[in-house]
């Protein structure tokens, strides 16, 4: 009984306590122009005087009339609205240069819900005050946040779409139009990649189908496949792919590494690859003259270090939140990898189409590591040359022959 007396004083203190902070609250919102955008219960008690009186009483009486408290206290309004207006009034417009100095927005905090918006492009966050070592928890409103939402919800799932399936498309059509690109034949064959250029390129090709398809779960999954399997075996699903997605980046980036390690040397652009470009590769007629790698490859080359190299950092700093960039900066980040992760998935897919339908025995250089040295001199001209001229020194100063 005395536990409940005693807690029923102390509910009343604390109540006391709750409107003298929501009192402060809301004078700390007028003075960010929030107030008006924070209606509570429908009615905006901030903005009616009455209104609070009346529920502030409600709240307090426990919805008792009190005709003559009421009376007492609107004859008291009345009186210190007659006194206190004209002062308050004066004080105010004594100060308002000064205000609208110190309004880092410019704008009247007073104003309505359109100035909201204006303050939020003003403002990075709407902070409030927290006691607790983690200070981030007092951020409230974080406009940025809005937009970023936006182009993950809205944007993003069509950019990726219209990208990958763009290339799709594309690819297909040039198929059915031009058909496969043949190749002449012949007995002979010329080693084309060693080992570990093999291990490298099927350790990262590996990891990257992994990572492209948890990837697009990010932002496809709950669309597409939760429909299709249903949201408990898609919650599996999803744990599995997240932490494939986080563990297998690490082999991935290390693939990168040594893919940059291992061809550089062939894949700096020079004149040849000028010429290759202006005859199309030898796609629309013609032969097209090319070093070990042509200008094509190049180009997916320097798509594969500057894109995986984009993506490890922003990955990197998207699995250690907040050690790399803030808040602001997490939200780019996570943009800039979502982004150019739709724009690799695209460019790996004409990589895989050059790499297996596209042009007849290609797979054979990465598969089993040798060429038909007629694919060679019909794609890699140059190359084979230099190999040829090395072979032939090579033998003359007694070292095995590299090819065949
Ligand atoms: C599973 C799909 C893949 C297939 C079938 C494939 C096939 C091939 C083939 C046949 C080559 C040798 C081309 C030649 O020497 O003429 C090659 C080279 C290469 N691959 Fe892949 N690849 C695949 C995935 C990947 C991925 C995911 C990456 C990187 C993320 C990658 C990066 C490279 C690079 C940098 C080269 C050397 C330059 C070039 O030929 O463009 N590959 N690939």
């Known amino acids: 009984m005395l536990d409940q007396v005693a807690a029923g004083g102390r509910r009343r203190d604390d109540r006391r306590d709750l409107q003298a902070a929501g009192d402060q609250a809301g004078l700390r919102l007028r003075r960010l122009g929030l107030e008006n955008g924070l209606p509570r219960d429908g009615d905006d008690l901030n903005r009616d005087p009455g209104a609070r009186a009346r529920a502030t009483m409600k709240t307090r009486s426990g919805g008792l009339p009190m005709r003559s408290g009421l009376k007492l206290l609107s004859t008291l309004l009345v009186a210190v609205t007659l006194v206190a207006g004209p002062v308050a009034v004066g004080v105010a417009l004594a100060q308002e240069p000064m205000q609208a100095g110190q309004n880092p927005t410019g704008q009247d905090p007073t104003a309505d819900a359109v100035n909201e918006e204006l303050l939020f492009k ?11 070592p983690d200070k981030r928890a007092g951020n409230l409103i974080q406009p940025q946040g809005r937009e970023y939402r ?11 779409a219209v990208v990958i399936l763009g290339m799709i498309v594309v690819l297909a059509a040039f198929l059915l139009i ?10 002979e064959k010329i080693k ?24 697009l779960n990010y932002i496809f999954g709950k669309r597409l496949l939760m429909p299709l399997i249903g949201p408990d075996a898609f919650g599996t699903a999803s744990q599995l792919a997240k932490y494939s997605h986080v563990y297998l980046a690490w082999p991935f980036m290390l693939g990168i590494l040594l893919m940059l390690a291992l061809w550089v040397k062939d894949n700096i652009p020079n004149r040849v690859d000028w010429a290759w470009l202006k005859a199309g590769g030898g796609v629309l007629g013609g032969h097209a003259h090319a070093g070990r790698f042509n200008a094509g490859q190049k180009v997916i080359f320097w798509m594969v270090i500057g894109f995986g190299l984009a993506m490890g950092f922003t990955g990197i700093a998207l ?3 907040f050690t790399l960039a803030g808040i602001h900066g997490m939200q780019l980040m996570q943009v800039v990898h979502a982004s150019i992760g739709a724009l690799f998935i695209a460019g790996i897919i004409l990589h895989i189409y050059t790499g297996t339908v596209g042009i007849e025995g290609s797979f054979a250089a990465m598969g089993k590591g040798e060429v038909d040295l007629a694919w060679a ?7 084979v040359e230099e190999q040829q001229a090395k072979a032939a020194g090579g033998a003359h100063l007694g070292h095995p022959q590299p090819a065949e």
């Open 377 to 383: 001199r019909a794609h890699h001209d140059l190359w």
């Open 319 to 321: 699995l250690f939140p």
């Open 178 to 187: 031009k058909g496969r690109m043949k190749s002449p034949r012949s007995a």
């Open 150 to 160: 936006a182009f993950h919800e809205r944007w993003l799932p069509w950019i990726a």
């Open 122 to 132: 003003h403002e990075s966050t709407i902070r409030g005050v927290v006691s607790i």
């Open 192 to 215: 084309r990649y060693n080992v570990l250029e093999r291990f490298t390129h099927w350790m990262t090709a590996a990891c990257f189908i992994v990572l492209a398809l948890s990837g």
